[in-house]
Structure formats: C-alpha cells, structure tokens
C-alpha cells in the first residue's frame, strides 16, 4: 500500500506561485502514476493534473494548462505541480493521488469513475488572494 503526503500549500496573491510536492512511499510508489485533484470552497472534487509512472505522460485539466506543470523527481518517487499565474478560483485543497496498477500512464485520472479506486494523501490548502 502506497502512502502518500503533500505539502507546500499557502496563502499567495493572484498572480504568484506555488510549488506543491508530494512524497509517496511503499509498495512501488516509483512504477505508478500519480495525480492531483483539488475541491474548492462549496465545490466537488476535480481532476488537476497526472503523471505516467516514468514522467513521459503529463495529462491537464483545461483550466490549468500553460500555468500548471506537473513534475516526478528521478527516484519517482516525488510528485511536483508548479503552480504559476495563480488565480483565486484556484483556491481549494489539493490533494495527491496514486494509482495502485502498476506502469501507469495517468490517463486513468481524468475519468471520474477511476476516484474510488485511487490511494489519496491528507491535502494541503491552497488560498488566492485577490
């Protein structure tokens, strides 16, 4: 069982950045995609951003395309999203994910039905301000 944390979160200004990592352990954290979501204030939970298990895959939610980059360290097993331009509809708590099949390309991440059966960490609140 992968366990996974996140941290990085905080209070920036519209416009500024945020880098927020994750550190995955167990199991094989380096062999399976992973991914962010985040639930914004009186929102359901949405897809972010994923990665393959090697880093070769990247996979978007339109909204955060251009500003967003998601990154895996050469262990794989330390997930980064750049947060950049930030706006304050980006405010939410964001959360790592892991998918337990191995070699994964994330593509997995963007359809809903995949959620329940994704390994999540605790969060870490993102707020922008205006």
């Known amino acids: 069982q992968v366990q996974v944390v996140e941290s990085g979160g905080g209070l920036v200004q519209a416009g500024g950045s945020l880098r927020l990592s994750c550190a995955a352990s167990g199991g094989t954290s380096s062999r399976i995609a992973m991914g962010w979501f985040r639930r914004g204030p009186g929102k359901e939970r949405e897809f972010v951003a994923a990665?393959?298990?090697?880093?070769?895959?990247?996979y978007y939610q339109e909204s955060v395309k251009g500003r967003f980059t998601i990154s895996r360290d050469k262990s794989g097993n330390r997930v980064y999203l750049q947060m950049n331009s930030l706006k304050p509809e980006d405010t939410a708590v964001y959360y790592c994910a892991t998918d337990f099949r191995p070699l994964g390309d994330g593509s997995i991440f963007r359809d809903k039905r995949s959620e329940p059966t994704l390994s999540w960490g605790q969060g870490t609140q993102v707020s922008v301000s205006s």
């Open positions: 990665i393959s298990f090697g880093g070769r895959s990247t």
